[in-house]
């Protein structure tokens, strides 16, 4: 139960009498004030409400108060606050209440219908390993589907191979050079439009393995040889690099498969259907585009649809565009009938963002279609940007950083701030092991509560049935369980706005709850959580700390990050 939901509902029954405007409702909010002097939760409604009763916020917020009042015995304080609020404090067994409830399924809705969801992140193209950028957004997409799935829902993980096109040429080309390298001793051109990683030398000699009697002549001759082969050991030392991180996908969809099936095809015709394709002339791109002249391509109607301009399906040697092939991708994503698609894609794609939102409402209105983007990732250390391999070429590898700090710091941190904002990956942070890193502190809680419960000859996974809450009465405890039934919310704001930077700061302000817990225990013998002889209060600590570790346990696991019980 989300208590803030609650008690906008019961509190919205009580003024059931008031006309309120049904669009302006969810304006109206239960939330946690910002300060702690202003009770446990606030009540927005006088401050949404008062202009359309055209009476002055604080006058309607004491009419509110008096009704509540009356109405109701939960608290122990309620105050107006300007410009227009009504905070409440709590009787402390109201929240003790509310502690008893949590279980191992604690913040998930009840009631929502379970859709099958499509997320498709990281197709990153099979040329080489996984960089830092590739970490972050494959991170994000994993945490995210697992939270959709803990929702509720049906989400398939989704890999676009993105196996065709001229990219694809040269790293075959270049696969092919270090080929000739190893056989004959020629040196690897200094081409710009190859790639020069060192990794290319692994993939070539993987590549050699598999075409032991074929005869490597000039490139035009082997280039269908050496593509398949090349791809596959690009895409598995991707898959390896996926594991590392703990990402699965359950999907892999081939960018030639689709060409091959002549996708495109059909989704053109259905937008030509539609009168959304035309042959036409694009406008002038603005900036410096000396060699730019008109000439007729086959057009996508995407302003129609939100986007600034038209977009060109066909190049000027009548081939397709890139960004045809992902109109067909879609198209054949939209055949498989999901209830909702997320595509998660990197900063660099923001351009992608409107035209494919287009593309898809113009093949399926009815489709719930959505577009993350993953902002980039900057490393530092001892307060220095931070290049930690060459092996590459000119990026830094992902498998290096999970060898650098592990996979739980890695998917932890990787996640801590929004999708939106850049992120600062500070080593010396996340290697620490203080209370100032996140990952550590909120490890480090687990392990000290699977402590208590093993001196205590406590099973953490028994439930205890027979603790008395009202034992329970210090500030330090009552902040604890404050901070726990905050839990739904967070799960609300996750779903809300598809995001989940929300769950480990949560964690990691609700560990620092519990080491300020643990640490008064130190200062003051009644604070102690075990060591003392009343064993009814030590059971009603234990019992709150089995809650807390529900919680905890619960994000963790959202986050795909281990839940230490020794440290």
């Not at 059909?266 to 603005?286: C, F, H, R, S």
């Not at 000439?295 to 301009?309: H, I, P």
């Not at 593309?359 to 930690?388: C, D």
């Not at 949560?506 to 009644?526: C, I, M, P, R, V």
């Amino acid at each position: 139960m989300n208590i803030f939901d609650y008690y906008k509902n019961l509190f919205l029954k009580i003024i059931k009498d008031i006309p309120i405007d049904k669009s302006i409702i969810k304006k109206i909010t239960v939330e946690t004030p910002k300060q702690k002097i202003f009770g446990d939760i606030s009540f927005n409604a006088p401050l949404i409400l008062a202009s359309s009763l055209k009476k002055q916020p604080m006058q309607l917020a004491n009419e509110i108060k008096e009704l509540i009042q009356a109405a109701n015995n939960d608290f122990e304080k309620i105050e107006v606050a300007k410009p227009g609020f009504i905070n409440f404090t709590f009787k402390k067994e109201i929240f003790l209440k509310f502690i008893k409830i949590i279980d191992k399924n604690y913040g998930k809705p009840t009631s929502t219908k379970s859709n099958k969801i499509n997320i498709e992140f990281v197709s990153a193209n099979p040329t080489g390993p996984l960089h830092v950028g590739h970490c972050r957004g494959a991170i994000f997409g994993d945490v995210l589907s697992n939270f959709l799935k803990f929702y509720g829902h049906n989400v398939v993980k989704e890999y676009y191979i993105n196996d065709y096109g001229n990219q694809i040429y040269l790293f075959v080309k270049s696969v092919y050079f270090r080929i000739i390298e190893l056989q004959k001793g020629k040196a690897f051109p200094e081409d710009q439009g190859l790639y020069p990683g060192e990794y290319i030398i692994d993939i070539a000699k993987d590549v050699l393995k598999n075409i032991k009697n074929e005869n490597i002549s000039s490139f035009d001759e082997t280039i269908s040889i050496l593509t398949p082969y090349a791809i596959k050991s690009a895409l598995d030392i991707i898959k390896k690099d996926l594991d590392l991180m703990g990402i699965v996908h359950d999907n892999f969809v081939s960018e030639s498969d689709i060409v091959n099936r002549d996708i495109l095809s059909e989704a053109i015709e259905k937008l030509k259907n539609k009168g959304d394709v035309y042959t036409g002339v694009l406008p002038k791109p603005k900036g410096d585009a000396e060699d730019w002249e008109p000439r007729e391509q086959l057009l996508f109607k995407s302003s129609k649809y939100g986007d600034d301009v038209d977009r060109a399906l066909q190049k000027s040697d009548n081939t397709w565009t890139y960004f045809a092939n992902d109109v067909a991708y879609h198209y054949d994503k939209l055949k498989r009938n999901f209830d909702y698609y997320i595509n998660i894609l990197g900063a660099d794609h923001a351009g992608y963002v409107k035209r494919l939102s287009s593309a898809v409402n113009a093949l399926n209105n009815n489709k719930t279609f959505s577009i993350k983007l993953s902002q980039i990732v900057k490393l530092y250390k001892s307060g220095k940007p931070f290049r930690m391999s060459k092996r590459a070429g000119d990026f830094i590898l992902a498998k290096d950083l999970i060898d650098a700090v592990g996979k739980d710091s890695a998917r932890f941190m990787m996640v801590y701030r929004s999708s939106n904002s850049q992120l600062d990956f500070d080593f010396d942070l996340v290697t620490d092991t203080s209370k100032d890193n996140p990952i550590f502190y909120v490890q480090y809680a687990c392990a000290r509560i699977n402590s208590l419960f093993d001196k205590s000859n406590f099973d953490i996974e028994k439930p205890i049935t027979d603790a008395k809450l009202e034992n329970l009465k210090y500030e330090t405890e009552f902040n604890l369980i404050k901070k726990i039934v905050e839990w739904p919310k967070i799960v609300n704001l996750c779903y809300q706005n598809l995001e989940v930077h929300y769950i480990p700061y949560y964690l990691y302000e609700l560990s620092s709850e519990f080491h300020t817990y643990w640490n008064a225990g130190k200062e003051n013998d009644d604070l102690k959580i075990i060591g003392h002889s009343d064993k009814e209060l030590i059971n009603s600590r234990l019992y709150l700390l089995q809650k807390l570790y529900l919680v905890l346990t619960i994000g963790l696991n959202i986050l795909d990050v281990k839940v230490l019980k020794k440290m």
